[in-house]
Nanobody, 119 residues
Framework: QVQLVESGGGLVQAGGFLRLSCAAS????????MGWFRQAPGKEREFVAA????????RYADSAKGRFTISRDNAKNTVYLQMNSLKPEDTAIYYC????????????WGQGTQVAVSS
């Protein structure tokens, strides 16, 4: 497993942007699939975006397509989530997650970073 620490959350007006970062510990980061999830108040945690170990394959929730971009820098052990055209419904705690090479599910989670979008 890896230790994950998110940053970059904050309060932004609708239409604005934020870039979330997730710094990972360990020397095997480049072998992990990474993902971003979010949980809004009173709702279940939901998938936002994922990127494979090499960074060449990405996947997005329908709500994120065209607005969010996931990327990673394996030299810096960091994964990013660029969020543009933010909407009030994007307000949530955003969590970074890692999936080890043989795992069928994400098995390491960060503590989350709060994103609030005002209308």
């Amino acid at each position: 497993q890896v230790q994950l620490v998110e940053s970059g959350g904050g309060l932004v007006q609708a239409g604005g942007f934020l870039r979330l970062s997730c710094a990972a510990s360990g020397r095997t980061f480049s072998s992990y699939g990474m993902g971003w999830f979010r949980q809004a108040p009173g709702k279940e945690r939901e998938f936002v975006a994922a990127i494979n170990a090499s960074g060449f394959a990405t996947r997005y929730a329908d709500s994120a397509k065209g607005r969010f971009t996931i990327s990673r820098d394996n030299a810096k052990n960091t994964v990013y989530l660029q969020m543009n055209s933010l909407k009030p419904e994007d307000t949530a705690i955003y969590y970074c997650a890692a999936r080890s090479p043989l795992a069928s599910a994400y098995d390491s989670w960060g503590q989350g970073t709060q994103v609030a979008v005002s209308s």
